[in-house]
């Protein structure tokens, strides 16, 4: 995506606050709402590393406060991003400076915690400027601003947000509108900022796939924003939206008129951009051999998926043998409406009683939280999505496990897609591991409950560590999920592996996406609405992403397994899990390091 580059942060799941729902629904009723996670007391050396990343915080919440507010940066409410003229060259001058500043501490500090922690926000700093210097070097910018604008107030317009710092989305959308003293409106720097090098020699334009679906998608994060405040009861918002939905309009029809011209159709990243991309996801090894080693993980799922489909039909009394067939009779009963909240509140609490009798990782002793999505929220992140809390100063933020039942889709089609993919019974054994528990709502959890420092909490993140953990969950819980449970979850872990050759075989020009679409619907078993939103991300959404489950899986079930050779019968899953999640968000080679250490294994060099 050729986006002006202005956060930090690198994971797609620690943004995912960008996606709102205009009303919460609770998993609990209103009488059993979940009590915070209550934050620990922070080691001394957390508090001097923590003092470290300021600098970088400092950063963020100069060109891009919507973002560092969502992180939890406080007194930034109010503040709009910065796309004046030069931001870019502005930016990576900031970042080097800060750069050197950490690297001359680095060279000073003696703690080896506080090092490992000043080693990462140093490598921060650096790999987020080069992405700035590559987005510049290849692309013409383009910003979706209406989808900036949605993000930036929908992230005060928030159940879990206090009524006191709700009021500051009034003073946003006037910034954003351009209607205070001082601000030029958004839609005007984001014009200017494609303007300036709209016809530089050389420069790509984005995708015309991603652009087209920008512009279908559009007037649902427009009208999402009047929802919004509506929904809040923010007096006086009238007018201001009126404006900011005329200069939005006004800007989609430049982007329809001189961008879109522009746009190109090959989807491919330059490679130096892909390579790039995969790192920052937490891929370290070639897009070849990732996607060699998934085409065989693939093959070895099939193999185990078509065991276990006679057993799955046979219980159900059906007289199938072929997985496909068999995955697509369980689809058959489909949950609706109101169904499926409740649906999911018990199988949390039967999960919950899974760990807790097989002992598998420490519960926190609140329940967890999900809700379904609204359209706009649909526009933004089709998919089901932890929405992570905010992980800095939480003052009861809470993660929110976010169900989409409808994919807004491209010009030319059906205004929605409804997939079927995750609204069965058999789905949500793994679905509500990966999201909930022992998933990613007990990993941020953690964070906050566990005192993590901000290095390894925000600056150490990408997706290799969060989704490969997402993944790591559904597998500790298969054994225990009943049959047709344990179909599924395969067919989730399928999907990850299919993702992995898909990705950089659609950008190494391998393949094409009518192939890859194909391979999804007929070997995935994967519904049309889920298919084309799966090659929508590999493509323009964030190519490179979706590989980081199945690559973030294998070096963690790596990593358990070298430790339990080691320690033998002394092997201890829980006391093993809990150490991880305590860990924060470190990458797998600083991963192994820690669990190495920790586990009297040597120093895991």
Not at 164 to 174: E, G, I
Not at 428 to 456: C, D, Y
Request: glycine letters at 6%; proline letters at 6%; aromatic letters at 8%.
């Amino acid at each position: 995506m050729s986006q002006v580059r202005v956060s930090l942060r690198t994971t797609v799941v620690l943004v995912v606050a960008l996606a709102g729902c205009l009303v919460s629904m609770p998993l609990l009723p209103a009488s059993a709402q979940p009590s915070p996670p209550q934050a620990a007391s922070k080691p001394a050396w957390v508090e001097r590393s923590n003092q470290n990343a300021q600098v970088l915080l400092d950063v963020l919440a100069r060109f891009n406060p919507e973002d560092a507010g969502r992180t939890g940066v406080e007194g930034l409410d109010e503040q709009v991003i910065d796309l004046k003229l030069g931001v870019s060259e502005r930016y990576r001058q900031a970042l080097t400076t800060v750069g050197r500043e950490l690297e001359a501490k680095l060279a000073r500090e003696k703690d080896p915690l506080v090092r490992q922690d000043l080693e990462i926000l140093v490598k921060a700093a650096g790999d987020t400027a080069r992405g700035s210097a590559l987005d510049e070097k290849y692309d013409i910018p383009y910003i979706n601003a209406t989808r900036l604008a949605f993000g930036g107030l929908r992230a005060l317009l928030d159940e879990q947000v206090s009524p006191q710092r709700r009021r500051a989305a009034l003073v946003r959308l006037k910034r954003y509108a351009g209607l205070e003293e001082g601000y030029t409106p958004l839609t005007i720097l984001a014009e200017q900022r494609t303007r300036e090098r709209l016809n530089t020699p050389g420069l790509i334009g984005p995708i015309k796939a991603e652009v087209e679906k920008d512009l279908a998608t559009a007037n649902a994060l427009i009208d999402g924003i009047d929802e919004l405040f509506k929904r809040y009861e923010i007096a006086g918002y009238q007018e201001l939206y009126t404006r900011l939905k005329e200069q939005l309009s006004a800007y989609n029809t430049f982007v329809r008129q001189e961008v879109l011209p522009r746009a190109r159709a090959d989807f491919r990243q330059p490679p130096e951009k892909y390579a790039f991309a995969l790192q920052q996801d937490g891929v370290d090894i070639p897009p070849a051999e990732l996607a060699t080693r998934a085409r065989t993980a693939f093959n070895d799922i099939q193999k185990q998926m078509q065991q276990l489909a006679p057993e799955v039909a046979k219980q159900k009394g059906l007289t199938l043998t072929d997985y496909r067939e068999v995955i697509s009779a369980l689809k058959g009963d489909q949950l609706v409406g109101e169904e499926i909240l409740p649906h999911y509140r018990k199988r949390i609490s039967e999960i919950e009683a899974i760990i807790k009798r097989e002992n598998l990782v420490t519960l926190p002793e609140r329940p967890a939280w999900m809700r379904l999505a609204s359209a706009a929220e649909s526009a933004v992140s089709p998919a089901p999505h932890m929405q992570a809390p905010r992980l800095l100063g939480n003052t009861g933020e809470m993660g929110e496990f976010v169900l989409p039942l409808n994919i807004p889709t491209g010009p030319g089609t059906a205004k929605t897609q409804k997939p079927d993919d995750f609204t069965f019974a058999a789905a949500s054994w793994s679905l509500t591991a990966h999201e909930a528990r022992p998933g990613h709502e007990m990993q941020f959890a953690s964070i906050i409950e566990k005192g993590v420092s901000t290095a390894r909490a925000v600056f150490a993140a990408n997706s290799t560590n969060i989704e490969g953990w997402g993944l790591y969950s559904e597998a500790i819980m298969l054994p225990y999920m009943p049959p047709e449970g344990q179909l599924i979850s395969l067919q989730f872990r399928l999907r990850r592996a299919a993702r992995a050759f898909l990705d950089p075989e659609l950008q190494l020009g391998k393949i094409t996406p009518q192939e890859a679409l194909r391979l999804l619907k007929e070997e995935v078993v994967v519904s049309d609405a889920y298919a084309n939103q799966e090659v929508e991300r590999y493509t323009f959404r964030s190519p490179g992403q979706a590989t980081s489950y199945f690559y973030g899986f294998t070096r963690l079930m790596e990593l358990r397994s070298e430790v339990e050779r080691a320690r033998g019968v002394k092997f201890d899953r829980r006391e093993f899990h809990d150490f991880i999640l305590a860990q924060g968000l470190l990458p797998p080679a600083q991963m192994r390091k820690a669990v190495l250490e920790q586990f009297g294994l040597g120093s895991g060099a």
